[in-house]
C-alpha cells in the first residue's frame, strides 16, 4: 500500500532554512504527481508546492522564490528546500501523491487533490 513519511521539520528563527523529505513506497513513484501542503492552527490547509512526472513544478505566491520542491526519483523521495522562513510559514506540512492521470497543479491553480494520498505531517515552527 502506498507510504508517505515526512521528516525534516522543527524550529527556526525567522530566516532560517529548513529542508523537509517524503520518503514514498507502495506505488510507481516516478508517474505520480507529488505535492506539498501546510495547514497552520485555525486556518484552512493551503497547497505550498507541486512537481509532476516531467519535473515541472508550481508554487503558491507566498513561496515563490523561498521555496524549491524537488525530487530524487531513485530514492523515491520529494523534498522541499525553504529559505528565508517566516513567522507566518509556521505550520504542519504534508506531502501528497496524486496518481496519473492527473493535472498536477496546486488548488489555487485548479488542481483537485481529493484523491491523493497523505503523509502524518511534519511541524515546522518559524519564530
Known amino acids: 500500500h502506498v507510504q508517505l513519511v515526512e521528516s525534516g521539520g522543527g524550529s527556526v528563527q525567522a530566516g532560517g532554512s529548513l529542508r523537509l523529505s517524503c520518503a514514498a513506497s507502495?506505488?510507481?513513484?516516478?508517474?505520480?504527481?507529488m505535492g506539498w501542503f501546510r495547514q497552520a492552527p485555525g486556518k484552512e490547509r493551503e497547497g505550498v508546492a507541486a512537481?509532476?512526472?516531467?519535473?515541472?513544478?508550481n508554487y503558491a505566491d507566498s513561496v515563490k522564490g523561498r521555496f524549491t520542491i524537488s525530487k530524487d526519483n531513485a530514492k523515491t523521495t520529494l523534498y522541499l528546500q525553504m529559505n528565508s522562513l517566516k513567522p507566518e510559514d509556521t505550520a504542519m506540512y504534508y506531502c501528497?501523491?496524486?496518481?496519473?492521470?492527473?493535472?498536477?497543479?496546486?488548488?489555487?491553480?485548479?488542481?483537485?487533490?481529493?484523491?491523493?494520498?497523505w503523509g502524518q505531517g511534519t511541524q515546522v515552527t518559524v519564530s
Open positions: 512537481i509532476d512526472s516531467d519535473g515541472s513544478t
Open positions: 501528497a501523491a496524486d496518481q496519473p492521470p492527473h493535472w498536477c497543479k496546486l488548488p489555487a491553480y485548479g488542481g483537485s487533490w481529493s484523491e491523493s494520498y
Open positions: 507502495g506505488y510507481t513513484y516516478s508517474s505520480y504527481c
